[in-house]
C-alpha cells in the first residue's frame, strides 16, 4: 500500500515570502502520479500542480513549483511570492491505479 | 472547467435517520467517483469507489450496509447514510474522474465537490 507523508503539520510564511511544504511517500510502484491540492476554508479541493512521475522535469505553475526526487521518494512544494490568499490546508497526493492517497495535510498561514 | 456539485451542502438529521447526498458531474461524464470523508483538521479519507452500473468497492473498515452508494448513471452518485448516529457526523467529499482516454482520465485528476457537513443529532 501507498503512504504518503507530510510532516509540518503547520507552517507560516510572510507575505511575498518563499515558503516550501514537504511531502514523501511510499510506493513499490514505478508508474504514478503526484499532486498538490489546495483546500481553503470553504472546503473547496483545489489542484495546485501535477508531476508524472516518469517526467524528470520539475512541474511548475506561476508561483508554484515543485522538487520531485524521486529516488528519495520526496515531493515538495515550493510556493514564491506568498499572497495572503494562499492560506489553506495544502494535501500532498499520491496516485496509482485507481486510488488517490492524500497525506496528512499542512496549515499555511501567511502573515500580512 | 469540470465541475462538480454536492447536495446538500449542510444537512442536520436526528439519530436514527438516514441521509442522501448527491454527487453530480455537471459538464463531463464520470464512469468513477469517489466519496471520502474527512473529521476537522484531518486529512481525506477514501471510503469507497464507485463505478457506473456496478457496486461499490468500499475500503476496508466502512460499513457497506451504513454508506450506501449508488452510481446509477454517468452524471450521478448517490451516498446515504442510513440510521446515521452522532458519531456519522462529518464532512464527506467526492469527486469524479472524467470518462475517455487520454491525458486526463489517465492520470488521476480528481474533480471535487464543494462537500456536504453533515451533523446528526
Known amino acids: 500500500a501507498q503512504t504518503v507523508t507530510q510532516s509540518q503539520p503547520e507552517m507560516s510564511v510572510q507575505e511575498a515570502e518563499t515558503v516550501t511544504l514537504s511531502c514523501t511517500y511510499d510506493?513499490?510502484?514505478?508508474?504514478?502520479?503526484l499532486f498538490w491540492y489546495k483546500q481553503p476554508p470553504s472546503r473547496q479541493m483545489i489542484l495546485v500542480i501535477r508531476?508524472?512521475?516518469?517526467?524528470?522535469q520539475n512541474a511548475t505553475e506561476n508561483r508554484f513549483s515543485v522538487n520531485f526526487q524521486k529516488a528519495a521518494k520526496s515531493f515538495s512544494l515550493k510556493i514564491s511570492d506568498s499572497q495572503l490568499g494562499d492560506a489553506a490546508m495544502y494535501f500532498c497526493a499520491f496516485f496509482s491505479g485507481s486510488r488517490l492517497t492524500f497525506g496528512e495535510g499542512t496549515q499555511l498561514t501567511v502573515n500580512p | 472547467g469540470a465541475v462538480v456539485s454536492q447536495h446538500p451542502s449542510r444537512v442536520i438529521c436526528k439519530s436514527g435517520t438516514s441521509v442522501k447526498i448527491e454527487c453530480r458531474s455537471l459538464?463531463?461524464?464520470?464512469?468513477?467517483m469517489f466519496w471520502y470523508r474527512q473529521f476537522p483538521k484531518q486529512s481525506l479519507m477514501l471510503m469507497a469507489t464507485?463505478?457506473?452500473?456496478?457496486?461499490?468497492?468500499?475500503e476496508q473498515g466502512v460499513e457497506k450496509d451504513k454508506f450506501l452508494i449508488n452510481h446509477a448513471s454517468l452524471t450521478l452518485s448517490t451516498l446515504t447514510v442510513t440510521s446515521a448516529h452522532p458519531e456519522d457526523s462529518s464532512f464527506y467529499i467526492c469527486?469524479?474522474?472524467?470518462?475517455?482516454?487520454?491525458?486526463?482520465?489517465?492520470?488521476?485528476?480528481?474533480?471535487f465537490g464543494e462537500g456536504s457537513r453533515l451533523t446528526v443529532l
Open positions: 464507485s463505478n457506473e452500473g456496478s457496486k461499490a468497492t468500499y
Open positions: 508531476q508524472e512521475a516518469y517526467k524528470q
Open positions: 459538464d463531463f461524464q464520470a464512469t468513477t
Open positions: 510506493t513499490s510502484e514505478s508508474d504514478y502520479y
Open positions: 469527486s469524479a474522474r472524467k470518462v475517455g482516454t487520454g491525458y486526463t482520465s489517465n492520470t488521476g485528476e480528481l474533480f
